[in-house]
């Protein structure tokens, strides 16, 4: 059973650009979450992606924006880049039918906006 | 906006001792859920909660759930080092579309 990756590890950008995140699902998910998580503080719920449309969404401007493709990865877009969007960025896959929304995390995409 | 608490946020422990960690949510939901993280590393589940009443163990951790009183322990039972980490509690809404996370509680387990 292949586990949820991410890509790419790391990233450093500049105010104002633009960035996009990399998940692929564990095998056998249908459902990607995107995460925010900022130094020492949990994880913020961006949104969800089921079957290839936003399915939920926190509280995060329309500039975080996502993709999910037929076979379950997903990207995660963040236009306008903020200083203060330098975070850890976790996604997580499910599989929604079952009871319960147990999610498998990857291992995350350190962003630095400079 | 539904809002996840824990408790305590730091937690230092000597090694052999029992404790617990309280997770209280503000609004009703039937699902909890546990994580932990190592320093610089993704999330791992641990627990999952689905119902009032409902108590899982896995080794030194045992997590309850009791949705009448919107809270959730996580139990250490004779901490040991390799346990040093720190733990989230999470929530989802009833339509397992919107995903509350805790605080955190960071564990350090001394020797």
Redesign the interface.
Known sequence: ETGVTQSPTHLIKTRGQQVTLRCSSQSGHNTV?W?QQALG?????IF?Y?REEE??R??FPPRFSGLQFPNYSSELNVNALELDDSALY?C?SSF?EE??????????TRLTVL | ELKVEQNPLFLSMQEGKNYTIYCNYSTTSDRLYWYRQDPGKSLESLFVLLSNGAVKQEGRLMASLDTKARLSTLHITAAVHDLSATYFCAVDNWAGNQFYFGTGTSLTVIP
């Open positions: 979450s995460y503080q949990g994880p913020q719920f969800q089921y399915n939920g926190g509280n976790l997580a929604k009871a319960g929304n147990e999610q498998f995390f990857g291992p995350g």
